[in-house]
């Protein structure tokens, strides 16, 4: 009699187990999350250089690299004006916000040349540097120069452009 409830009670787990999704594989590809994100005023920025790079050519969206460090002030500052700017904000979705903190990622910091904070990088979604914000900027501003990325990254995205001459 107990070997019978022993082999209900399996019978009853593997049921759970199977009702629950339990699976030996990978999830399919449009069920993998998005990489964790930080937030800065109102943007969502992913901690990883090289995740965002991923990100950015697998949605086709340019990048927005914010270069930024516990110790920097305006960065604070940056963070907490432009960054709720509410142009700033819509646009942000076009993007992918990646946040490099100097102290801990300091050999991206060399690799784009960034010697002042806050830093604003823009690539294309290949990383192909398009412009530049340094220091602490207006939202007004940063709003202009994401626009000027988004321009940049479609006009190397339009095929049109590239026409071969005869």
């Not at 409830?5 to 030996?24: E, F, H, N, P, Q």
């Not at 697998?58 to 110790?71: D, R, S, V, Y």
């Not at 920097?72 to 432009?82: E, P, S, T």
């Not at 142009?87 to 801990?104: K, N, P, R, T």
Request: glycine share 8%; hydrophobic share 40%; net charge positive.
């Amino acid at each position: 009699m107990a070997r019978i409830r022993a082999l209900g009670g399996m019978a009853l787990l593997a049921l759970v187990l199977a009702a629950t999704g339990c699976s030996g594989g990978p999830p399919p590809p449009e069920q993998v999350a998005r990489p964790a994100t930080i937030q800065r005023g109102e943007l969502k920025f992913v901690e990883s250089y090289d995740q965002g790079i991923q990100l950015a050519q697998q949605e086709g969206k340019p990048l927005l690299l914010f270069f930024t460090a516990a110790w920097c002030n305006f960065c604070h500052q940056l963070a907490a004006d432009a960054f709720k700017h509410e142009q700033v904000v819509g646009l942000s979705d076009q993007f992918v916000c990646v946040l490099v903190d100097a102290d801990s990622q300091p050999e991206i910091c060399r690799h784009y040349h960034v010697r002042s904070f806050p830093t604003i990088q823009f690539l294309s979604p290949r990383g192909v540097p398009l412009n530049r914000m340094t220091g602490k900027r207006p939202g007004t501003q940063l709003v202009m120069e994401m626009q000027s990325a988004l321009q940049a990254t479609a006009r190397r995205a339009d095929p049109a452009r590239h026409t071969t001459l005869r």
